[in-house]
């Protein structure tokens, strides 16, 4: 076939597809679909995640462990025959995830998700290996000062009333603050945000007292409040409260004066426009200031508890400590991390379930 033939012939099959009511792009692409391979029928990261736990399991159970002046570590094959569990259970997931990717449309989510996870969900128990190798296996990290993993489900196992209640406390405390310091904060940020002249006057204060730690005035609150609980709220609430005072300010301040004058060419009234047309525009950088104060709320909750407070996750820490219970210091620091991960992304969920109408304006 000549060069001079080669278009000819294709615009006579492009012509031919269009007659046919066709779209040779859209007909050349089905055709590729077809000739193309299929999609994985099982989820291969998710039963790399399977064999790790399973590696985990064997190293936890089979290799005995190293006694150094101790007795031997409670819960080892208990540990290791829940790591076979999740491993098979893992496995069947991974063979099971592309039919319940087909067929449930409201788990789908969270199956995409599971498989964009899939990397961190394998490092995780080659993170548990190698913990329970260097302390429990070949002691690497001395005891006491380091525990196994057997030794954390030792703990939340014995001595989980304990843990349970020092959380709800921490839980409590810290909501309290928080809430009180979130309110404070917005408000005083709208009005500086809004008014000159409480900006006059509040502004020179916040400028002082707001760069202070709010765990630096811990003896004074505890002096001045009639209770440790009390100084601790407020100490939490001052620690929410300053950077969600600046950020609302910023936003309120930042939000374009166009967005007013067409309001008032509206007939809009003083409070429309705070209530309908500053405070909206400002809620993004609001949730900045509130992400900013749980984050700085988190630490003054620690110290308070650990410096004078009864009950909570750093009286734990503080109790644990003194009676030279490593083991139980460390399942409170690691149930103290997945707490505090927890609140940030519940603060997430309810920013974009509240933000949900700004998509696509505002990016976050």
Same mark, same amino acid.
């Given at each position: 076939?000549?060069?001079?033939?080669?278009?000819?012939?294709?615009?006579? =099959?492009?012509?031919?597809?269009?007659?046919?009511? +066709? !779209?040779?792009? /859209?007909?050349?692409?089905?055709?590729?679909?077809?000739?193309?391979?299929?999609?994985?029928?099982?989820?291969?990261?998710?039963?790399?995640?399977?064999?790790?736990?399973?590696?985990?399991?064997?190293?936890?159970? +089979? $290799? &005995? !462990?190293?006694?150094?002046?101790?007795?031997?570590? =409670?819960?080892?094959? +208990?540990?290791?025959?829940?790591?076979?569990?999740? =491993?098979?259970?893992?496995?069947?997931?991974?063979?099971?995830?592309?039919?319940? +990717?087909?067929?449930?449309?409201?788990?789908?989510?969270?199956?995409?998700?599971?498989?964009?996870?899939?990397?961190?969900?394998?490092?995780?128990?080659?993170?548990?290996?190698? $913990?329970?190798?260097?302390?429990?296996?070949?002691?690497?990290?001395?005891?006491?000062?380091?525990?196994? &993993?057997?030794?954390?489900?030792?703990?939340?196992?014995?001595?989980?009333?304990?843990?349970?209640?020092?959380?709800? %406390?921490?839980?409590?405390?810290?909501?309290?603050?928080?809430?009180?310091?979130?309110?404070?904060?917005?408000?005083?940020?709208?009005?500086?945000?809004?008014?000159?002249?409480?900006? #006059?006057?509040? %502004?020179?204060?916040?400028?002082?007292?707001?760069?202070?730690?709010?765990?630096?005035?811990?003896?004074?609150?505890?002096?001045? /409040?009639?209770?440790?609980?009390?100084?601790?709220?407020?100490?939490?609430?001052?620690?929410?409260?300053?950077?969600?005072?600046?950020?609302? $300010?910023?936003?309120?301040?930042?939000? !374009?004066?166009?967005?007013?004058?067409?309001?008032?060419?509206?007939?809009?009234?003083?409070?429309?426009?705070?209530?309908?047309?500053?405070?909206?525009?400002?809620?993004?950088?609001?949730?900045?200031?509130?992400?900013?104060?749980?984050?700085?709320?988190?630490?003054?909750?620690?110290?308070?508890?650990?410096?004078?407070?009864?009950?909570?996750?750093?009286? #734990?820490?503080?109790?644990?400590?003194? $009676?030279?219970?490593?083991? !139980?210091? #460390?399942?409170?620091?690691?149930?103290?991390?997945?707490?505090?991960?927890?609140?940030?992304?519940?603060?997430?969920?309810?920013?974009?379930?509240?933000?949900?109408?700004?998509?696509?304006?505002?990016?976050?």
């Amino acid at each position: 076939m000549s060069s001079l033939e080669q278009p000819v012939l294709a615009r006579t =099959a492009a012509g031919n597809a269009l007659n046919a009511g +066709e !779209n040779p792009s /859209f007909a050349d692409a089905d055709r590729r679909r077809q000739r193309a391979p299929g999609r994985p029928a099982v989820w291969y990261t998710g039963l790399a995640v399977a064999a790790a736990w399973a590696v985990f399991g064997a190293v936890t159970r +089979e $290799w &005995p !462990n190293r006694i150094t002046g101790f007795s031997d570590w =409670a819960y080892t094959a +208990e540990l290791g025959a829940a790591d076979w569990a999740i =491993a098979a259970w893992l496995a069947l997931l991974a063979l099971a995830l592309p039919t319940l +990717e087909r067929t449930s449309a409201r788990l789908r989510p969270a199956l995409r998700g599971l498989r964009k996870a899939g990397p961190w969900l394998v490092a995780l128990p080659v993170a548990f290996t190698l $913990w329970e190798v260097v302390t429990a296996k070949t002691a690497l990290l001395p005891t006491p000062f380091f525990a196994p &993993p057997q030794a954390l489900v030792e703990v939340y196992r014995d001595d989980w009333a304990r843990l349970a209640d020092c959380v709800a %406390h921490s839980i409590g405390l810290l909501a309290v603050g928080f809430l009180y310091g979130g309110v404070v904060g917005f408000l005083v940020g709208v009005s500086i945000g809004w008014s000159r002249a409480v900006g #006059y006057w509040v %502004h020179p204060v916040m400028r002082v007292l707001g760069p202070v730690p709010a765990t630096a005035l811990l003896p004074l609150a505890f002096y001045i /409040f009639p209770s440790s609980r009390s100084a601790a709220i407020f100490l939490i609430a001052l620690a929410t409260a300053f950077p969600v005072t600046v950020l609302t $300010w910023s936003g309120v301040a930042s939000v !374009n004066k166009a967005y007013y004058d067409v309001a008032r060419t509206l007939g809009a009234s003083q409070r429309f426009l705070v209530l309908r047309v500053a405070i909206p525009a400002a809620l993004p950088q609001v949730f900045v200031g509130l992400f900013m104060g749980l984050s700085a709320s988190f630490t003054v909750l620690v110290t308070a508890e650990m410096m004078g407070v009864k009950s909570g996750l750093g009286w #734990y820490l503080t109790w644990a400590q003194g $009676w030279a219970s490593y083991s !139980n210091m #460390y399942a409170a620091l690691l149930l103290m991390a997945v707490l505090f991960s927890g609140l940030i992304s519940l603060l997430f969920l309810v920013r974009d379930r509240t933000l949900v109408w700004q998509k696509g304006t505002v990016k976050w």
